[in-house]
């Protein structure tokens, strides 16, 4: 089994900075790909940037340039650096761990983080 335990929500005026952090436990060398997502109230859960194994990543088009996936291996840790926040990017953040099976994957999930942008 995989923990995923997030930190570094809450409240931010617009223009602000916040890192999120997601400590991973257990079987974690299985994991291929790590990632956050957010939810929006009213809103599908969507990607918003994933790392994997060799450090390659992907973000969604509404964060490029201002959001920065990263990870410490010897700590177990990924982290959400976010820059020039708006109003729109408030959402619960959930971390993300994707582990390839034979079938095709499974996911584990954080208990989310909440971040909110004051205008």
């Known amino acids: 089994q995989v923990q995923l335990v997030e930190s570094g929500g809450g409240l931010v005026q617009a223009g602000g900075s916040l890192r999120l952090s997601c400590a991973g436990s257990?079987?974690?060398?299985?994991?291929?790909?790590m990632g956050w997502y957010r939810q929006a109230p009213g809103k599908q859960r969507e990607l918003v940037a994933s790392?994997?194994?060799?450090?390659?990543?992907n973000y969604a088009d509404s964060v490029k340039g201002r959001f920065t996936i990263s990870k410490d291996n010897a700590k177990n840790t990924v982290y959400l650096q976010m820059s020039s926040l708006s109003p729109e990017d408030t959402a619960l953040y959930y971390c993300?761990?994707?582990?390839?099976?034979?079938?095709?994957?499974?996911?584990?999930w954080g208990q989310g983080t909440q971040v909110t942008v004051s205008s």
């Open positions: 993300n761990a994707r582990r390839s099976t034979m079938i095709g994957y499974r996911d584990y």
């Open positions: 790392i994997t194994n060799n450090g390659g990543t």
């Open positions: 257990g079987i974690i060398s299985s994991i291929n790909v």
